[in-house]
């Protein structure tokens, strides 16, 4: 086969502890899947299904523990946002999965952030259009190593925070998610296939807030590490 260009590498996210790489194929993300969060942009917290946008796969910037990246201010934005998130990895496909299987298909877990240009998103939302424009943009969705499913323990019930410039924004525990990992999965499933390489931006809690160049954004999971982003 040839092509008329050469095909851009894959984007892979770096395994904890090792040499190896997840290739990334999809990337789904959960709105509003925090009570408080969902309270603070608006809504009811009632436990609606859930509903998902998508991100190009080569909008997931990979960064390595203990260093911090440099992410430009994307354009035509005057109101960037942080969302700081757990990441689940698929490892194995499948559709209409059942809840109780729903975990046996992912592979590991990370940090993530769900950086969104809140005033297009706002603007997209008004108009009753896709939020693409407000989510789906370049080097939206930084992401720390993935550690496998095996190795992290009560990720369920993990404290999940961020801070700017070294003050508390989020902070909150994964065992608050309306919508848990596996039911998300198992929910998913059924409307896509689900394969292995598809990441899951799992939701963001409440303290969303915007951050301006020069801010330096940290982050964590309980036993998944720090993620590290500053704004160039």
Same mark, same amino acid.
């Given at each position: 086969?040839? &092509?008329? #260009?050469?095909?851009? =590498?894959?984007?892979? %996210? !770096? *395994? +904890?502890? /090792? ?5 990334v ?14 309270r603070?942009?608006?809504?009811d917290?009632?436990?609606?299904p859930? &509903?998902? #946008?998508?991100k190009? =796969?080569?909008?997931v %910037? !990979? *960064? +390595?523990? /203990?260093?911090?990246l440099?992410?430009p ?10 969302e ?6 698929i490892?194995?496909g ?16 990370? *940090?993530?952030?769900d950086?969104?240009?809140r ?14 424009l407000?989510?789906?943009f370049?080097l939206?969705?930084?992401i720390g190593?993935l550690h496998?499913?095996?190795s992290?323990?009560n ?8 801070q ?13 998610l ?13 409307y ?10 799992t939701?963001t ?9 020069g801010?330096?954004m940290?982050g964590g999971?309980?036993?998944l590490?720090t ?6």
């Amino acid at each position: 086969m040839s &092509f008329v #260009f050469d095909p851009a =590498a894959p984007v892979a %996210v !770096p *395994v +904890a502890g /090792g040499r190896d790489s997840f290739p990334v194929r999809r990337v789904y993300c959960v709105g509003r899947n925090y009570a408080a969060h969902a309270r603070e942009m608006g809504f009811d917290p009632d436990r609606e299904p859930p &509903f998902f #946008f998508c991100k190009p =796969a080569d909008a997931v %910037v !990979p *960064v +390595a523990e /203990g260093s911090t990246l440099s992410l430009p201010y994307p354009p035509e934005t005057s109101n960037l946002h942080y969302e700081i998130e757990l990441v689940a990895a698929i490892g194995r496909g499948g559709a209409d999965i059942p809840v109780a299987q729903a975990l046996e298909h992912v592979w590991g877990y990370a *940090v993530g952030l769900d950086m969104t240009r809140r005033d297009l998103q706002m603007k997209m939302r008004e108009a009753g259009r896709p939020w693409e424009l407000g989510k789906a943009f370049d080097l939206s969705g930084p992401i720390g190593p993935l550690h496998p499913a095996a190795s992290v323990q009560n990720i369920g019930k993990a404290g999940i925070w961020l801070q700017v410039n070294g003050t508390n924004k989020q902070k909150s525990d994964i065992g608050k998610l309306i919508w848990s990992v596996a039911e998300t999965v198992s929910y998913l499933s059924r409307y896509f296939r689900l394969e292995a390489g598809d990441l899951i931006y799992t939701g963001t809690p409440e303290g969303v807030g915007p951050v301006v160049r020069g801010d330096r954004m940290v982050g964590g999971v309980d036993g998944l590490g720090t993620l590290s982003v500053e704004m160039v």
